[in-house]
């Protein structure tokens, strides 16, 4: 997968008169090797424990290009900080998301993509993909005091 990402990542950026760096490279594989939700900051974090050196800028910027590359996208788990995950290739991925813990968990739905389906058709549109986040309370959550 990841020779297709880095041609599809490549030309988005020479559309953009911008270079295919070493550390936009490192990066994206990163990510690739993740291939689950994350948040920038843990992504440097483990980056830099892994020997790479990326500046917190380079990687801020890279996470936007990727994003309109449709590489990956962002999904917002709570309000203290933006999550970001790999979209591109992958089935659409959905979440429960606590509110008060934060913890989340991925789930698919056929009859969600049937909906999704449905609606696009109504209005004359292709569907391509989806987002879907539930927020509610967890068993945890409800045993917290607030």
Not at 42 to 64: D, H, N
Not at 113 to 133: I, M, T
Request: hydrophobic share 40%; glycine share 6%; aromatic share 8%.
């Amino acid at each position: 997968m990841t020779a297709p990402l880095c041609a599809i990542f490549r030309k988005h950026l020479k559309s953009r008169n911008l270079k295919y760096t070493p550390e936009r490279a490192d990066i994206l594989n990163a990510i690739i090797e993740r291939d689950d939700v994350f948040e920038v900051e843990e992504l440097l974090m483990e980056m830099r424990a892994g020997g790479y050196r990326v500046s917190k800028a380079t990687l801020y910027r890279t996470i936007k290009l990727l994003q309109e590359a449709g590489i990956i996208n962002q999904a917002l788990f709570d309000a203290r900080q933006s999550h970001y995950q790999l979209i591109y290739g992958k089935a659409p991925r959905d979440y429960l998301v606590c509110i008060k813990t934060g913890r989340h968990i991925e789930f698919s739905s056929d009859d969600l993509v049937a909906l999704r389906d449905q609606l696009c058709r109504k209005h004359g549109w292709d569907p391509v993909g989806h987002r879907f986040l539930v927020y509610a309370i967890s068993p945890e959550g409800r045993d917290q005091a607030d």
